[in-house]
């Protein structure tokens, strides 16, 4: 999987970092959890801080285009954020620790 960013956008109002990433892959599209720990690793993020937003697969290609949020912290993240996106994003870590 190789990921692009084609947008990053600072939002000083809600204290966020607001990227659109391109991704490409060879076999079937990566799942939320794997675009998630890709994503942290090579920009070197808190993994308390980052929600992808939604993923959509682009019709015929082996191309996503992914929305992602970063909060400077996590308090803000969970002032603001969905309990619904939150739950998407870390249940799946939580799985794996258990």
């Known amino acids: 999987m190789k990921l692009e960013i084609t947008e990053d956008k600072e939002n000083p109002l809600l204290e966020r970092r607001e990227l659109t990433v391109k991704i490409t892959y060879e076999k079937s599209p990566p799942t939320r959890k794997d675009f998630r720990s890709k994503l942290i690793a090579e920009l070197n993020l808190d993994k308390d801080t980052v929600i992808v937003d939604k993923m959509e697969q682009k019709f015929g290609t082996r191309e996503m285009v992914a929305f992602v949020k970063v ?9 603001i954020e969905d309990e619904s996106k939150i739950k998407k994003n870390f249940e799946e870590e939580k799985e794996e620790s258990s």
């Open 71 to 79: 909060y400077k912290t996590k308090e803000r993240m969970l002032e």
